[in-house]
């Protein structure tokens, strides 16, 4: 093991500038003028895993309802016995992706987001953390041990890494359902997460579901003057305001009928657990967030509005005239973009249902409504009372030299529930991202430091599943 680790010290700055290569393609997973991009990014990642020493390396293509999917890349070694009985060790799944977020708006990126830079110990690009960097970690940790054992793996291990967790996932869910014995595995490891604060190693132990929609809104059969027909036309962007308003109240509690009815409260054990967590409100509002004050449901901490407690957030209103000057145009129609985070217990299609229910019940008036479902993902709680999240916590903790702890995610990452439902193993969430990386915004970074010891960290991850 600890030449393994060697060999990752030696090698710490190509392992950079391999990262920095796959970070310059801008694998923007839902726009179409990206799609051969994310194709290059896929074959750039089976490409390395060939060259590693992994096997049955190949691009697996996917279909989802809407259009020909982005590629899954697979690989596997799975040669690793036991002396003496000579049974097969454990195998670990490894999870990752190598799409993208758009990188809008550009204007807000200190240097270009597909143009990796260095700046104070963090390397910034999109995808930097979400998902590139962590992902590649998995590489170059399974790299590092290919060379210690003179071509073995101290546990067997298979690989699957998609192109579309960033829209939600749909092609890699249809292929662990139709194919999950292609993917047959002990435990599910996924780096895609965060630590709750700097030089404190985090597993992740529970997610927030997704459902993702658009509410698209008609008026009259075309754009209309509005000194013209104002007072007469209906104005689609004015009635999703109208609407937006009435699917939250101003103390942040969703209004829709029966939407918190099946949540989950964590338990008094995990309650006690976030309190005892060294947190700065007033750091988070200022550094975190930038905000003049802090929102959500009142009689609730932090931590519990992020990690278990429904959300409905609004992320775009597309639509009309939005160029530089005047234009008094009253729009035919408008989209929103609303998404709401699940907790446990709380159902996606059921959620949609009530939301799609309540929506088309305030229609105001002159308005044809049409409430679309993009994509959705179950909430998830792993559990800890298994000896790879042992692993992984003592992995952490040789590493950063403190205990681990255990938080929830806010985030979702859809395939976990898959693993965990299909494939019926428990997933390990070990993330090295921090709250500051900017996932999604302008200006995501990866502080490298976190990038290296993840990749060592995941080395004596390995090696312990194969004690």
Not at 399 to 419: A, K, W
Request: glycine share 10%; aromatic share 8%.
């Amino acid at each position: 093991m600890m030449t393994a680790v060697a060999f990752a010290q030696e090698n710490k700055g190509r392992f950079v500038e391999e990262l920095k290569a796959l970070l310059r393609i801008p694998s923007v997973s839902t726009a179409p003028e990206h799609v051969a991009d994310v194709r290059r990014a896929a074959e750039f990642v089976a490409a390395e895993l060939k060259r590693i020493g992994m096997e049955n390396v190949r691009l697996i293509e996917t279909t989802t309802t809407k259009r020909n999917g982005h590629p899954l890349v697979y690989a596997d070694w799975l040669h690793a016995t036991r002396e003496g009985d000579g049974k097969a060790k454990p195998t670990v799944l490894c999870y990752g992706h190598y799409d993208v977020q758009p990188a809008e708006p550009l204007d807000e990126w200190k240097s270009p987001p597909f143009e990796p830079t260095e700046r104070n110990g963090n390397l910034y690009a999109r995808g930097a953390v979400d998902d590139k960097g962590q992902m590649w970690m998995h590489l170059k940790a399974l790299e590092s041990l290919m060379v210690a054992g003179g071509g073995t793996l101290p546990a067997n291990v298979r690989i699957i890494v998609e192109g579309e967790e960033e829209v939600g996932g749909e092609g890699i869910a249809t292929f662990v359902r139709e194919h999950g014995d292609q993917l047959k595995a002990d435990v599910a490891l996924v780096s895609d997460t965060e630590m709750f604060a700097p030089e404190m190693p985090t597993l992740c132990v529970g997610l927030r579901g997704m459902i993702y929609t658009e509410i698209e809104a008609h008026g009259a059969r075309t754009d209309l003057h509005s000194g013209m027909y104002g007072g007469a036309a209906p104005n689609p962007f004015v009635a999703l305001s109208q609407v937006i308003a009435r699917l939250k109240d101003e103390g942040g509690k969703i209004l829709i009928p029966g939407f918190y009815d099946k949540v989950q409260k964590p338990s008094a054990d995990e309650l006690k657990a976030w309190k005892a967590l060294s947190f700065d409100e007033e750091h988070y509002r200022e550094n975190e967030i930038g905000s003049v004050e802090l929102t959500g449901e009142a009689g609730f901490s932090v931590q519990e509005r992020t990690w278990a407690r429904p959300t409905l957030d609004v992320h775009g209103m597309p639509g009309g005239f939005v160029g530089v000057g005047a234009k008094t145009v009253i729009p035919a129609k408008a989209v929103a973009k609303v998404s709401m985070r699940l907790v446990p217990n709380m159902n996606p299609a059921e959620s949609f249902a009530m939301y799609k229910a309540y929506v088309e019940s305030i229609t105001p008036k002159g308005i044809v409504l049409e409430v679309r479902l993009i994509h959705s993902g179950d909430p998830i709680v792993v559990s800890t009372d298994n000896s790879y999240v042992k692993a992984a916590t003592e992995a952490m903790h040789e590493v950063f030299g403190r205990e681990t702890v255990f938080v929830r995610g806010g985030g979702s990452i859809p395939i976990v529930g898959d693993f965990v439902r299909e494939l019926k193993i428990p997933t390990v969430l070990m993330g090295f991202g921090l709250p500051d990386d900017n996932l999604h915004a302008p200006n995501e970074k990866f502080h490298l430091a976190n990038f290296h010891r993840g990749i060592e960290s995941i080395i004596r991850f390995f090696s312990g599943v194969a004690v």
